[in-house]
Nanobody
Framework: QVQLVESGGGLVQAGGSLRLSCVASGSRIDTYTMGWLRQAPGKERELVAL???????NYTASVKDRFVISRDQAKNTVYLQMNRLKPEDTAVYYCAARSRFGGIWNSWGQGTQVTVSS
């Protein structure tokens, strides 16, 4: 099982940018679909972006054209570049991994807080 550690969260003004990083250990990320999910206070956790093979990428509609998921296989790291941030992007962001054939997210990081001020 892969272990995941996120970093890069913080406080930013609306319109600003942040890049989240997720360093994996214990297994190579090459064989996983990697995702970023978020949970805002009082809301359910939602999938923000996912990346399979470093080629197939999907985004939830609210972040499309603003966020970019990428991976560096050599560093065994996944990134989420977040641009033109909005107050509604405020949430705890989690990195997660699952089989590239689908199924549940079975490896999770501890989460990193992103707060966007208006």
């Amino acid at each position: 099982q892969v272990q995941l550690v996120e970093s890069g969260g913080g406080l930013v003004q609306a319109g600003g940018s942040l890049r989240l990083s997720c360093v994996a250990s214990g297994s190579r990320i090459d064989t996983y679909t990697m995702g970023w999910l978020r949970q805002a206070p009082g809301k359910e956790r939602e999938l923000v972006a996912l990346d399979t093979y470093g080629v197939i990428k999907n985004y939830t509609a609210s972040v499309k054209d603003r966020f970019v998921i990428s991976r560096d296989q050599a560093k065994n790291t996944v990134y989420l570049q977040m641009n033109r941030l909005k107050p509604e992007d405020t949430a705890v962001y989690y990195c997660a991994a699952r089989s590239r054939f689908g199924g549940i997210w079975n490896s999770w990081g501890q989460g990193t807080q992103v707060t966007v001020s208006s």
